[in-house]
């Protein structure tokens, strides 16, 4: 039987904790759980926690944990995409529910100088990054970083980190093809990932020139989330 899955941020063997008040209300007047019923938890790191309910509220659920297991990433590596983000919230929002669901470690918004992007709702962001785990029944959480700009994450440590650091453009410059330079066992690995109406030269330029490789995700022109979604996907599954 698979027992339903909440987020918690912390929790530990022997001990009681309450969930919050929306996975309460989901427990108790969705799912109808009662005391008795077991249930499991994660924290979005690798940790695995089953209980059972022990004490139900109108606004109150306790869990006590009997078993914590860790989890390892479905990935043999650990995976980053950075992105701009795009005008269209629900379009950059089914992006980081498909890179959770696959299995992505780190997420980065990049702003560029094309991008067109006025507000980023990280609260909102998360939550969607959180819900795309528990339906993928995953204990690894994503980490969504704040957004930086182009020049700022280039220069940043998190982007130097990876050893291996793509960056996907559509000039018609030497490229390989993404699909067949990636091989089970490689390092940790980051594609770039630019703005509707593509990079500039310049950023293209410096990305190349601080060690990223240029390369095609196919022979179409996509858009931002759906390049996302591509990359993710043959740097995940592979």
């Known amino acids: 039987m698979t027992l339903p899955l909440f987020y918690h941020p912390q929790a530990n063997k022997g001990e009681q904790v309450n969930l919050d008040e929306s996975n309460t209300k989901h427990a108790i007047q969705v799912l109808r759980m009662q005391p ?22 109108k606004k109150q659920c306790m869990v006590t ?26 379009r950059f929002e089914w992006f980081l529910e498909k890179a959770t669901e696959l299995g992505v470690a780190e997420i980065f918004p990049v702003k560029c100088h094309r991008t067109v992007k006025e507000h980023f709702r ?21 980490v969504l970083h704040n957004p930086a700009t182009i020049e700022d994450f280039l220069n940043g440590p998190s982007c130097r980190a990876y050893r291996n650091r793509w ?12 699909s067949k330079i990636i091989q089970p066992n490689m390092p940790d690995s980051l594609l770039l990932i630019g703005p509707e109406g593509d990079f500039t030269t310049e950023e293209i330029f410096e990305a190349t020139n601080d060690g990223f ?6 022979e179409t022109r996509l858009r931002t989330e759906t390049a996302g979604m591509v990359g993710a996907a043959l740097m995940c599954l592979c």
């Not at 490789?213 to 196919?218: D, E, F, P, Q, R």
């Open 36 to 57: 008795g019923d077991h249930l499991q938890l994660t924290n979005g790191a690798g940790l695995l926690w089953t209980g059972s309910i022990t004490q139900t509220g």
């Open 65 to 90: 944990i009997e078993q914590e297991e860790s989890i390892k990433r479905l990935t043999n590596r650990k995976v980053a995409i950075a992105i701009s983000p795009v005008k269209n919230a629900g």
């Open 122 to 142: 990280m609260d909102r962001m998360n939550q969607i990054c959180i819900s795309a785990m528990l339906q993928s029944r995953q204990a690894w959480l994503p």
């Open 167 to 178: 960056i996907a453009h559509c000039e018609h410059y030497e490229k390989h093809n993404l």
């Open 213 to 218: 490789i240029a390369v095609s995700l196919g």
